[in-house]
């Protein structure tokens, strides 16, 4: 009998053990309000609050090329846009057009000066350099001064090799504005890029040629 009782005594101690030694596994499978455990509760938690989840690192995000991830946006908008008119789309001039961009951005050579009003800046190139010059720059001064960008005024002239691009305002505060983008930033404002982008590849819109 007294064997039995040491031995009840032993078990009784050894459980108490556990339960200080290990609270939180404990406490953590026991049903809490409607039944769930504390990590099923956890689970729940991660599948409803976004973010919360470990990001998946499996599968890749990058396009490889920015002209190309340009192409896919596009193709999943109109691929999205049930209206889309597919015997009109031309993906090729969108394409084109991008190449344009390139050459434009990291091949031509500018030499800005300051003017009053703003800046004149002469934008040359070769080969396919000058083709692109000639189409982007003209269109871009063209969209700014039709909208009125920010009271600026902007023009082209021709060049054998390229143009010569003027960019002024009537407003001191513009004008330090105009002479702080200089020519790569007067290129990419206005938002109205993205829009015409679009528009390439549903056959709505090209550049002049």
């Not at 871009?140 to 390229?162: C, F, I, R, Y």
Request: net charge negative.
């Amino acid at each position: 009998m007294k064997s039995m009782l040491a031995t009840a005594v032993m078990v009784l101690v050894v459980s108490a053990a556990a339960l200080v030694v290990h609270p939180v596994s404990v406490v953590a499978q026991q049903p809490v309000g409607n039944g769930m455990s504390n990590d099923q509760m956890q689970m729940m938690h991660q599948q409803m609050v976004p973010g919360s989840q470990t990001s998946d690192t499996t599968t890749p995000t990058m396009p490889g090329q920015d002209a190309f991830g340009a192409v896919q946006e596009i193709v999943r908008l109109l691929e999205a846009d049930p209206k889309t008119d597919w015997s009109k789309v031309n993906l090729e001039a969108l394409r084109q057009h991008l190449i344009d961009m390139n050459e434009v951005t990291l091949k031509a050579d500018t030499l800005t000066k300051p003017i009053e009003g703003g800046i004149e800046v002469t934008v040359t190139g070769t080969g396919r350099t000058v083709e692109a010059i000639q189409r982007m720059v003209p269109a871009q001064a063209h969209q700014v001064d039709q909208t009125h960008l920010n009271g600026w005024s902007a023009k082209t002239e021709p060049l054998p090799n390229g143009v010569l691009l003027t960019v002024t305002s009537s407003d001191p505060q513009q004008v330090q504005h105009i002479r702080g983008l200089g020519f790569i930033g007067f290129m990419a404002s206005g938002s109205h890029h993205q829009a015409h982008h679009l528009a390439m590849a549903k056959g709505e819109f090209v550049h002049s040629q």
